[in-house]
């Protein structure tokens, strides 16, 4: 019998830089320019003018096309959703969200803070939830690294 699993998940980091430096880098086509873990990310090409699909090869082998769903700058959010995957996913559907918000004072005034969560079809496991967990947390980590060298 599966363990009953929240289907959410939400993993969050300051980023010690400006929200324009932490914000260029927010955009799908450019997640491999700071996430270790994929080898790539590119637009797909031939797919309809309202529809913004890119696909995120991954280190491991995995292939995830993504569809950009919301984009606002000045809200400074993104919301993608995973349409196809190789090899097949074990659950039905997964949308995310990252957001950033500017820190306006206090010892952190000047950076950035970041939120990125993922809301999962009922029937992922708690394998997916703890997956997406790790990832998010490995990727705010490469974000970081990433805008500190710039």
């Known amino acids: 019998m599966p363990i009953p699993t929240s289907t959410g998940v939400t ?4 980023i010690p830089a400006p929200l324009a430096s932490v914000w260029h880098l927010i955009k799908l086509g450019k997640f491999a320019d700071f996430w270790s873990a ?5 637009v797909v090409k031939d797919t309809s003018e309202e529809t913004d699909i890119y696909k995120w090869e991954f280190k491991d082998g995995t292939v995830w096309e993504v569809k950009q769903e919301e984009h606002s700058t000045i809200d400074h959010f993104i919301t ?9 996913l074990t659950f039905t559907s997964a949308l995310a969200t990252i957001r950033l918000f500017a820190i306006t004072t206090g010892k952190d005034e000047g950076s950035t803070f970041i939120q990125w969560s ?24 490469d974000l970081a690294k990433a805008v500190q060298k710039k």
Do not use: M, Q
């Open 11 to 14: 993993e969050s980091a300051v």
């Open 38 to 42: 994929l080898k790539s990310s590119s």
């Open 80 to 88: 993608y959703s995973i349409i196809t995957a190789e090899p097949s």
């Open 118 to 141: 993922g809301l999962f079809s009922s029937d992922a496991d708690a394998g997916v939830i703890e997956d997406a967990r790790f990832k998010r947390k490995e990727a705010l980590s």
